[in-house]
Nanobody, 115 residues
Framework: QVQLVESGGGLVQAGGSLRLSCAASGSIFSLNGMGWYRQAPGKQRELVAAITTGISTNYADSVKGRFTIFRDGAKNTVYLQMNSLKPEDTAVYYC?????????WGQGTQVTVSS
């Protein structure tokens, strides 16, 4: 089993910044990558950013140039630096970990951007 613990969400004004963290623990093996998804009220969960073990990254078009994903392999922690936040970034953000044989989700952290 793998446990994912997220932190760093909160309320911020438009144009502000937040950094999300996700620490993974447990039986971490055959790791393919980690990432962040988000789900706004009434909408489907969507990929925000992902990073592979080879540090290749992928971003949603809506966050390119504003968000940066990076990881600390020694700590099995992935971060999402969010700059120039917009009200449309408001959502619950979920950490995701992909292994060859299983996927895991964090409990979610609320990000609210006020206009």
């Amino acid at each position: 089993q793998v446990q994912l613990v997220e932190s760093g969400g909160g309320l911020v004004q438009a144009g502000g910044s937040l950094r999300l963290s996700c620490a993974a623990s447990g039986s971490i093996f055959s790791l393919n990558g980690m990432g962040w998804y988000r789900q706004a009220p009434g909408k489907q969960r969507e990929l925000v950013a992902a990073i592979t073990t080879g540090i290749s990254t992928n971003y949603a078009d809506s966050v390119k140039g504003r968000f940066t994903i990076f990881r600390d392999g020694a700590k099995n922690t992935v971060y999402l630096q969010m700059n120039s936040l917009k009200p449309e970034d408001t959502a619950v953000y979920y950490c995701h970990l992909a292994q060859t044989v299983a996927h895991y989700w964090g409990q979610g952290t609320q990000v609210t951007v006020s206009s």
